[in-house]
């Protein structure tokens, strides 16, 4: 039939995850069992920092057309299955960008930020490749509702998560410019990818990497503005504005310690001022 599709699992997912629903936003750290007669493909995969894997959602509804943000709040509204990243969908594949942390032994490659849960059948394993699968000025919808629905942690996550993909580690200035956009959504109320939310910045590089990251703010937009040497005080000089408000932060030394830019107070780390028009 010339509309038969036939896949073959290459290979098999295990993690702690056992159940959809337990399953974080980001994913998890966990495996990928290539199968035997697939393990010539394997070849130069060690070379790649980041995979697309491919896998079949095996406990997803195929006839599911509708859904919500679940993982967030049953409180989401619906939307279409092709506009959400649902198990659930007519064809029930997922894409997931993972980081490769290792090749233990033959056959099984360590990952991390895998959404699936064990025992997913894998049907392809890709490089990423920065150039082409990357697209920092693509725009989504609004995510402030969803944020807002987060709880700490998950938010923090997120945050984590766009900060190291665009700087490339996780450092102190990323851990700070974490919790500098935490303050900033707490002030300003909404998604900091929005088009009305501009940042304008110093050029301690850790801190402007992973802020830029965050706010996908640019040249070309509009939204970034770099502050001249002069004007800025203290070692790094920050300012998040939208509608009607502007929050200016000012660092005054940068911690060597994660875990404590973490866990301290916002006061320990920086000095925020309100400014509303």
Known sequence: MKDRIE?????V??????????????????????FPPYLPALDGVETSSHLIVLAWMHHGQRDLLRARARKISEELPEKGIFSLRSP????????SVVRLLGIPREGILDVENIDC????PVIDIKPYQRGWDCVFSATHHDRSDKIQKMGQSEYREMLIREAVNYHGEWCPGAA?????????????????????VYLSMGN???????IIGITAARYGNGRLHIIPDERRKGLEYLGLSAVGCRVDFILTELPGDIPFILSCRDEDLFSARICRT
């Open 13 to 34: 997912v295990h993690c702690p995850i056992v159940e959809k629903g337990q399953m974080p936003v980001q994913g998890v750290r966990g495996q990928i069992e290539v």
């Open 88 to 95: 659930s969908r007519p064809n029930p594949i997922s894409v």
């Open 176 to 196: 700070v410019a974490v919790r500098i956009a935490e303050h900033a959504t707490s002030i300003l109320g909404g998604d900091l990818n929005l088009k009305e």
């Open 117 to 120: 849960i064990e025992g997913t």
């Open 204 to 210: 301690h590089p850790c801190i402007s990497d992973s």
């Open 7 to 11: 896949l073959v699992p290459i290979g």
